[in-house]
């Protein structure tokens, strides 16, 4: 098993990575060069044809694409500590805050970063991807709405799905933390998310 | 346990029902009117402050939302016959195709949905909910190139995910059957994803 993964800002590759840190796994990571436009070229597209970090490769050649799935299939693979939910109930919830901060946080800095970041404009045009600026402004307030959002639904607990740090929690501190890399920072006024977000980047994995 | 549930079109709530059918399972459903809204109001966002449907709600008053989540909560009640995989690899591939339809397909679709299409017009200005029309209809493209990637890689195969009929094959159905209904049908020349849609159409399941 190896893991073609891919160095910080990315948030997705590091999602894995805080994952392994969690378990205690080790899988060999093959290094992508993004700024070289490694993950385009035909011989990563033949593992995923998206061209996309980070990519799990199996020893029978399967190729797992999708930081969550990569990390299930992993938890299936050794369920301790578990992330991603014991009983049906955790199970629910944890997959349910893991696709709500996805969608209430992180799809909208993908639109800011997208459509409004400076550093997209090159590889936008080079690439033939049409941004919209308009668009990509508004999702930033969408982004910070969404953190208003998800500041009030975890009040009372240390988590994002409950008392236990989860796979949620890593997702949500990707996505976070690549906002503030692009300038989307936590509104002052977040205080509950601001002790979450304390909380879990001074656990080791946040330094993967 | 009850499931707070919404007619056709609305693709989400058929979702659950789909794989509900798949299960054999009976949960009571609960309609809640959309046309009426009451999917906005206080009583139903106090289950989900997001105010979407479906909604699972648990006898302990516990609310599960996120269609996959929901799916996810009751096969874990019942594992058979399996939607989700039981091997590791199984179960990172059929997450991963979820994923890959919801981002490569239905997040398209859903932007032509809220930016671009007549039906959403007056809901959008009474909510204050910004529309970008030129996106919108750059989705419409997207969502059609996401179709064509999808005809390519399921070739040779006759479900989704693999061999067997999964979670991803429902996924798919609803957002292929949504985008229809929007005027986002299957390119002409996605033979082998018009095959597939023809099989899955045809479960008795396709008909909740």
């Known amino acids: 098993m190896k893991l073609y993964d891919a160095a910080m800002p990315a948030p997705n590759p590091r999602r894995v990575r805080i994952f392994l840190a969690e378990k205690g796994l080790s899988v060999p990571l093959v290094p992508v060069s993004l700024a070289a436009g490694e993950h385009k070229q035909d011989e990563h597209r033949a593992r995923n044809s998206l061209g996309q970090v980070p990519v799990l490769e199996l020893d029978d050649g399967t190729a797992i694409s999708e930081t969550i799935s990569i990390c299930r299939y992993l938890e299936a693979l050794q369920p301790q500590p578990p992330l991603f939910g014991t009983t049906p109930k955790e199970i629910g919830l944890i997959d349910m805050w893991i696709r709500r901060v996805e969608q209430q946080i992180g ?12 550093y997209t404009e090159r590889y936008a045009k080079t690439h033939g991807i049409q941004r919209y600026a308009d668009f990509g402004d508004y999702s930033r307030g969408r982004a910070l709405g969404g953190m208003t959002w998800l500041d009030r639904e975890i009040a009372g607990r240390d988590y994002i799905a409950g008392d236990s740090y989860s796979m949620a929690d890593i997702a949500a501190l990707s996505i976070v933390d690549f906002a503030a890399f692009i300038g989307i920072e936590m509104p ?21």
């Open 107 to 118: 799809a909208h800095v993908g639109h800011v970063w997208i459509n409004a970041h400076p």
């Open 188 to 208: 002052e006024d977040c205080a509950g998310l601001r002790a979450w977000h304390a909380r879990v980047s001074a656990r080791p994995s946040a330094q993967a």
